[in-house]
């Protein structure tokens, strides 16, 4: 397996150190075949090479069977670098470039974190939901985008939203797949008694269901209610799938359960190839954290966690990924805590305790 | 003060009819001048009338100081109705022909709800923030929007997110007016790092602070952190002021720390006329509810407590508001319970029962 490591910015190296490590465990011990290389991204390569993207590290990321992502530059750090060439480095280039439009983005809750959690525990116990974000399209990719000067000399901002009907189905159709793996129910979510593309949505989704997956529970939401309903009643729900614009809220709402974004992994795939090899993307949900990086306290097991996903969705080894998440576990339960998870009085681990205790977790296993 | 009723579908009538009986009490108890019109809105009109819209209740529309809108019927129901009548009739026509851009959407936590809500009591305690959601512009009224065929016959959906720089100013410097009445902060909300009409916002809500409002205190934020944010430290909030979607996301994200929708009432105000009057437009946050409609067991307090907005908003009456909304917590305070703030085992009253309990707490006042 040809791995691409690409740690970026914040709090990226850190974090997926720990997973590379973890990494190194399997090869060494479960006869994985690993194939890592390293490559710097976002405002390190502008710092070393004047661009955000050199054409070496864009032809590796096409060649990558995966690719583990760490973090990229805050907002603020990117006002510096002219938008061109911030759009050529991005994150969303990688991700519509890649064409990995299932972002999927389990949140599970551990009976270890229910103290810190903002939720009651009558609210959280059980939760196991993932959502199916729609990550190429959209309002993020949509055309005509931009500022415009009206013939009054102000100014308008324009975005736009579009979906096809291919782009619906293929994501749609992944968390259908996906449901049969797990609970067997589906929400789709959408504003379609506002948005005409919500409409279309609406309308393919619910004819998925009936002609190609009538076994699986299925239902209608709307983005508004969901937001709600993720706080009153999380487990009530399985498989979410939605647009990219309202994935990225409400995953992120749905995430607050666990009380640190810090513990969520995530994972992108494309269509599979003639081989039926996806691309794959890696990453943790928690952005590059400037605040807290380089001080060796953030929380790896966002990245050790998508080292889980990579495993089951990309080294196809569901076995590897169940003992790593069962190791995840061993360690919290056995209290190793960073300090976003930990609570008042409670003794915390660095970056590399934590991963040093879900390695011995392993070895216990 | 002219005040429309337009009560509408599913549990409308009902909680609507107990506002109303409050307001009457405000006539007769404390010099309020009323003129109440009742009118049919939504199905009701189309049952009778075939029209969603009937002529002569668009002029009331235009022509009432106050209008005191109840809830509107499910997209289920709509599904007969032709698209373009369902336009003409619907509540963003209200809202665009009204042009009521600033809408105002509190969220108070009550101490006697604390049992009722998903949250724990460390997050909810003291939580007294309100949402300025843009209400005329973005992705609700953009245009091109609909669902269009492709040159391969299939079908693409497409809405349209746009704001003005006007458009933008106005309801930022409505956000920081009325912060200057409350604890004097202003949090922005916006996916600057995505759009660029999420950028222009960012630019002018900025420039508005430096040169406007030097002495509000004031941060940006990016939307999908602030699904975050309202989820584990909501008081760390005062005002917030967003666009239109994402304001319909997330004030009802921040809707569920009471536990109820039924709790929650709205205000949309224009910009004032010559005279200084606002057109305003008050609305409880939940919908029609079709499953408890007609059972006397919705919430009244949405509806009874934008009333207490109308006196503050419409018919400049703080103390009569302060009055109410006084009364409200005193109700609560004495044990009334609609079924959707009941805890398990307490004793419920109807939604006139609640009145009643407002009522009462009015006249002890
Ligand atoms: C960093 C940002 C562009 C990104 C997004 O909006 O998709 C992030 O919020 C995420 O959810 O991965
Ligand atoms: C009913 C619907 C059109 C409306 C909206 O999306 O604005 C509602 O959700 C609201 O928030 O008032």
Redesign the pocket.
């Known amino acids: 397996m040809k791995i691409l490591v690409l740690a970026g910015d914040g709090v990226g190296p850190e974090v997926t150190g720990q997973a590379v490590r973890v990494l190194q465990w399997f090869a060494q011990n479960r006869n994985l075949d690993l194939r890592l290389t390293e490559r710097d991204f976002g405002m390190t390569n502008w710092q070393k090479h004047g661009t955000l993207m050199p054409d070496e590290t864009w032809e590796q990321i096409q060649a990558a069977d995966a690719i583990l992502f760490g973090a990229?530059g805050s907002l603020d750090q990117a006002a510096v670098i002219p938008p061109e060439e911030r759009r050529k480095g991005?994150?969303?280039r990688m991700?519509k470039g890649l064409d990995v439009f299932a972002?999927m983005r389990p949140v599970k809750m551990q009976p270890a974190l229910a103290e810190g959690s903002p939720y009651k525990p009558r609210v959280t116990e059980g939760v196991d939901l993932i959502f199916v974000?729609e990550?190429t399209a959209g309002m993020?990719f949509g055309t005509p985008r931009g500022v415009e000067t009206l013939p009054d000399g102000t100014r308008r901002g324009v975005n736009t939203h579009t979906y096809t009907e291919a782009e619906i189905r293929r994501a749609v159709r992944f968390a259908f797949e996906l449901a049969r793996s797990r609970r067997n129910h589906v929400t789709s979510v959408d504003k379609a008694n506002v948005m005409e593309a919500g409409a279309l949505w609406r309308e393919i989704a619910g004819a998925i269901h009936k002609e190609e997956f009538p076994d699986v529970g299925f239902e209608h939401m709307l983005a508004d209610n969901c937001a709600i309903q993720l706080a009153r009643n999380p487990t009530r729900f399985d498989v979410l799938v939605t647009d990219?614009l309202f994935?990225?809220l409400l995953?992120?709402a749905a995430g607050a359960i666990i009380g640190s974004l810090g513990m969520l992994p995530?994972a992108s795939l494309s269509a599979p190839d003639a081989q039926g090899r996806r691309r794959a993307l890696y990453?943790p949900?928690h952005?590059s954290a400037p605040d807290i990086a380089g001080k060796g306290i953030a929380n790896p097991l966002g990245s050790i966690l998508s080292v889980a996903m990579m495993l089951r969705w990309s080294a196809n080894r569901p076995e590897d990924a169940a003992l790593l998440e069962k190791a995840v576990e061993g360690a919290l339960a056995k209290g190793a805590r960073t300090a976003d998870i930990a609570s008042p009085g409670e003794a915390v681990v660095s970056t590399s305790g934590m991963g040093d205790a879900v390695i011995a977790a392993l070895e216990n296993a």
Chains 1, 2 share one sequence.
């Open positions: 990229t991005s994150l969303l991700r972002n974000r990550l993020y990219n994935g990225d995953s992120d995530s990453e949900i952005g």
